[in-house]
């Protein structure tokens, strides 16, 4: 095996600042690392007791946004109603053939499709 895992996944973010209050204050996710770095913070967040973490880099000006990451939740419903709370527009949740999921983007335009777990 030339590869064992997936450290961190770069999602591009113009705000850094934006993207951590998103990311821990709307997906509850966690601070990993949160260091200065020459063109800004390195700065990554995860799922609790997630091993591969989200790297915010706004450092990358040009980067387009990420399109399709999947990720997992146990409760759809319950991700709707937190989204719909912070008023993040989504889609679904939906029955589809492979499972159940629901679609949403981080405000810089980064999607994520979110299967039921």
């Known amino acids: 095996m030339l590869i064992s895992k997936i450290i961190a996944v770069t999602v591009p973010v113009a705000d850094q600042e934006r993207a951590l209050a998103f ?8 601070v990993r690392t949160d260091n200065p770095f020459p063109m800004g913070r390195w ?3 995860a799922p609790k007791g997630a091993e591969t973490t ?6 990358f000006p040009g980067m387009a946004p990420i399109g399709g990451m999947v990720v ?7 991700l709707a109603a937190r989204l719909r709370g912070h008023e993040v527009a ?3 949740p939906s029955d589809e053939p492979w499972g ?3 679609l949403f983007q981080d ?4 999607g994520y ?3 039921q777990a």
């Not at 989200?54 to 450092?59: E, N």
């Not at 997992?72 to 319950?78: G, Y």
């Not at 405000?107 to 980064?110: C, E, K, R, S």
């Open 113 to 115: 499709v979110v299967s």
């Open 72 to 78: 997992a939740a146990p409760d759809l419903d319950a």
């Open 54 to 59: 989200l790297l915010l880099a706004s450092w």
């Open 107 to 110: 405000p810089f335009g980064n």
């Open 90 to 92: 989504f889609q679904g």
């Open 100 to 102: 159940r999921q629901l």
């Open 23 to 30: 990311y821990t204050g709307v997906l509850d996710f966690e």
């Open 43 to 45: 700065l990554t967040v």
